[in-house]
């Protein structure tokens, strides 16, 4: 499998896990809806420090891909515009993906890891892939793709080098790229 193949496929699932509305665009409310999903799915209201603290993560991600990306100033992205900007701000620069994404990412799972042991149980990975709209039939597939050492959880180290994956790896053998389903 070739590196844009693979790459391309991972952005045009993350693409529809922001495109809920099916309009073929994504805006800044489609990112901060995932947010507000993720925080409904774990139960954490947009008004906590913590819900502040992801949606504001959120917010940050989607400046950078509509300022780098959005050459027709619409203030929108269509699907070609978010590979670009995906593959610009966060494949081509990992320092853009240290500052910018993994920040996101990790109080995305803070928030999912709602016993505060530090890793994800199933049923904790089941309520943040239903927010993301991984089908319902991949989820266990993909924890244990995910489960390497066979401990039945996802340590918060695990989930962010498998999101790094998922969203930056060209490398079909990357265990991340099953983070949210069959790619």
């Known amino acids: 499998m070739n590196e844009k193949t693979l790459l ?3 952005h045009d699932r993350s693409f529809g896990h922001l495109d809920r509305n099916g309009t073929g665009f994504i805006e800044r409310d489609d990112i901060i809806g995932l947010g507000e999903r993720v925080l409904s799915a774990v139960g954490e209201s947009t008004e906590s420090p913590r819900g502040r603290e992801l949606l504001d993560a959120f917010g940050e991600v989607w400046t950078v891909l509509v300022t780098a990306c959005d050459h027709d100033t619409d203030d929108k992205l269509d699907a070609r515009e978010y590979h670009i900007g995906m593959t610009w701000a966060f494949v081509q620069d990992t320092e853009g993906y240290d500052r910018i994404f993994h920040p996101a990412v990790k109080a995305l799972i803070q928030l999912a890891d709602t016993d505060g042991d530090g890793s ?3 049923v904790e990975f089941r309520a943040l892939q239903a927010a ?7 989820v266990d597939e993909a924890f244990a793709g995910l489960d390497r050492d066979g401990s039945g959880s ?9 999101a790094r994956q998922f969203y930056t790896a060209p ?4 265990p991340g790229n099953g983070l949210f389903g069959r790619i």
């Open 8 to 10: 391309s496929r991972k």
């Open 132 to 138: 993301f709209g991984t089908p319902a039939d991949e």
């Open 154 to 162: 996802l340590t918060v180290d695990e989930l962010l080098r498998a």
């Open 120 to 122: 994800l149980q199933p």
């Open 171 to 174: 490398d079909d053998r990357e």
